[in-house]
C-alpha cells in the first residue's frame, strides 16, 4: 500500500521559512521520482521542484529557484523534504508530495501517487 504524507505547512511572515515533509512508504526512490507541486487559490496545480534518483536530475521552476531546496532521507529512503526560504505572498498554496515512475515529469495528470496536501500561507 502506497503512503504520502504531507506535513509542515502554516503561516509565515513574508522573509520567513518553513520545511515541508512527505513520509513516503510503499515506494523506493529507486522507482519513482519525487516532486513538491503546489495549488495555489485560483490556480492549475504546478510542480515546485523535483528529484530524480535513477538520472540524478533536480528541478525547480523558475519562481522558486534560489529559495526552495529538495532533499530527500537517502538513509531510510522513506521521506522527502522542501526547504522554503525567503517566502513571498505569492508561495500561498496548498503543497502535495507526489510521485512519478523513474523520471520527474512537469506534466501533472501523469503522477501515479500523491498525499493529501499541507497549506502554507504567507502573510505580507
Known amino acids: 500500500d502506497v503512503q504520502l504524507q504531507a506535513s509542515g505547512g502554516g503561516l509565515v511572515q513574508a522573509g520567513g521559512s518553513l520545511r515541508l515533509s512527505c513520509a513516503v512508504s510503499?515506494?523506493?526512490?529507486?522507482?519513482?521520482?519525487m516532486s513538491w507541486i503546489r495549488q495555489a487559490p485560483g490556480k492549475e496545480r504546478e510542480v515546485v521542484s523535483c528529484?530524480?534518483?535513477?538520472?540524478?536530475?533536480?528541478?525547480y521552476a523558475d519562481s522558486v529557484k534560489g529559495r526552495f531546496t529538495i532533499s530527500s532521507d537517502s538513509n531510510t529512503e522513506n521521506a522527502v523534504f522542501l526547504q522554503m526560504n525567503s517566502l513571498k505572498p505569492e508561495d500561498t498554496a496548498v503543497y502535495f508530495c507526489?510521485?512519478?515512475?523513474?523520471?520527474?515529469?512537469?506534466?501533472?495528470?501523469?503522477?501515479?501517487?500523491w498525499g493529501q496536501g499541507t497549506l502554507v500561507t504567507v502573510s505580507s
Open positions: 507526489a510521485a512519478h515512475a523513474v523520471f520527474c515529469t512537469l506534466q501533472i495528470p501523469e503522477y501515479h501517487y
Open positions: 510503499g515506494i523506493t526512490f529507486d522507482d519513482y521520482a
Open positions: 528529484m530524480s534518483k535513477s538520472d540524478g536530475s533536480i528541478y
